[in-house]
Every structure is written in structure tokens, then in C-alpha cells.
């Protein structure tokens, strides 16, 4: 809305550390400077490490039902209407809270954390012509040398230095597998979180 100034989301309920006494978790949240939409723009809202839940009503909460016992991670980020997520650190809020009982953080909020967000589901027709990889990234900035991202597409990998989309052309109809790491300057993986992510998607082509 104002170019100069930055898009900003904060979830406000949970807390972080808060311990709910119930198995439905609300997710409240504040955006400044970004309008919500049906079908543009929208949020992605991660649980603990399940695959993004997109949300486009800014003035009602994110529900998840059934959440188990112990201690879970919600990460969110705004997105554009393709699905590209916003890369400004005031885009990005995380938030550690417990369900009945406490558990173990499986997130130190000092060191890099790699959040998965798409590919995601079924590609049919010319949705399925070129689709995006995209993830968010906190507490690390990706250089040669440095921090790099290695996605594995069908058993091919492939090293990102720079934070920026990519997008695939081409795939061909069938079941895809792709696996998402952060590694150090040493090639190895960054032991946080879940810093590696494997999934499938599916590409339909008419």
C-alpha cells in the first residue's frame, strides 16, 4: 500500500511460550501495509512443519483443530496471488507455543531457520506449465561461501546463493519429489528445525 514502507504481520495470539488448554489453536494476527483478498492477496500459515494453509481474511483468525498435545511452532508470511511469499524480515513472525503441556522447542530462534512453502498439491494444465519453488528464510543470509540452499528435484540438486524464487517449466505429467535444505559453509546441513523438507507434488499436463 506504501512502497516505503515495509509490509509487517505479528501473530498476537498465541503467545510465544503460551500453554493453551485446548486442542483448538486460533491463530490471531496484525497486517500493516498489505490487503487480504479472496483469491489474491493471502497469507501462508505453517504448523509445525505441515504444508502451508493459505488464509485471505485478515479480520478473522487461522483455526486449527485437533492439534496434539505438547509443544508446536506457527511460522507465517504474507504472499502475493501466485503464492510468492514477501521477503522483508518484518514480513516474517514465529511463534513457539504448547498445547496442555510442554515439550521441546524444536526451534532455536538464534540460529538459521528454512521454512517450506511451494511447491504444494496438484498442477493441472497450464497451472502445471511453470511452477514455483519458494521459501522463507530467517537468520541467514545465502552467498557463495556462505549459507546456500540445495533443493533436490527428482534426485537432481541444485545450489541457490541468492534468495529468490525459482520456477520449473516443463515437468512432465506424474508424481514429483522434491527435497529443500539449508546447508553451511561446510556443504553440511544446518542442524535446526527443519531445516530439510522433503514433499511430493503432482503434475496433471491435458
Known amino acids: 500500500l506504501d512502497p ?37 492477496n493471502h497469507i501462508h500459515v505453517i504448523l509445525d512443519n505441515q504444508p502451508y494453509r493459505p488464509h485471505y481474511d485478515e479480520n478473522a483468525p487461522v483455526v486449527f483443530k485437533d ?42 530462534y538464534a540460529k538459521p531457520v528454512l521454512t517450506f512453502s511451494r511447491p504444494k498439491g496438484v498442477y493441472e494444465g497450464e ?19 556462505g549459507y546456500q540452499v540445495r533443493y533436490t528435484l527428482d534426485g537432481k540438486s541444485h545450489l541457490l546463493a541468492k534468495w529468490e524464487p525459482v520456477w520449473w517449466e516443463g515437468l512432465t ?6 527435497v529443500l535444505e539449508l546447508l553451511d559453509s561446510n556443504g553440511k546441513l544446518v542442524n535446526n528445525g527443519w531445516n530439510r523438507t522433503e514433499r511430493t507434488f503432482e503434475v496433471k499436463n491435458e
Not at 490471531?28 to 487480504?36: C, G, H, K, S, V
Not at 508470511?77 to 522483508?88: A, L, Q, T
Not at 513472525?93 to 510442554?102: A, D, L, R
Not at 505429467?173 to 522434491?178: L, P
Open 173 to 178: 505429467s506424474g508424481t514429483h519429489t522434491i
Open 127 to 145: 497451472k502445471g506449465e511453470k511452477i514455483l519453488l519458494d521459501f522463507w528464510l530467517w537468520n541467514a543470509d545465502l552467498r557463495e561461501g
Open 4 to 40: 516505503s514502507k515495509p509490509i509487517t504481520l505479528k501473530i498476537t495470539s498465541p503467545k510465544e511460550g503460551e500453554v493453551l488448554l485446548t486442542n483448538e489453536v486460533k491463530m490471531r494476527f496484525e497486517l500493516t501495509n498489505y490487503d487480504l483478498a479472496q483469491g489474491e
Open 67 to 108: 492439534v496434539p498435545e505438547g509443544t508446536h511452532v506457527l511460522r507465517t508470511f504474507p504472499s502475493r496471488p501466485w503464492h510468492e511469499s514477501w521477503k522483508n524480515q518484518e514480513a516474517f513472525e514465529m511463534v513457539t507455543f504448547h498445547v496442555k503441556k510442554k515439550g521441546k522447542n524444536p526451534i532455536d
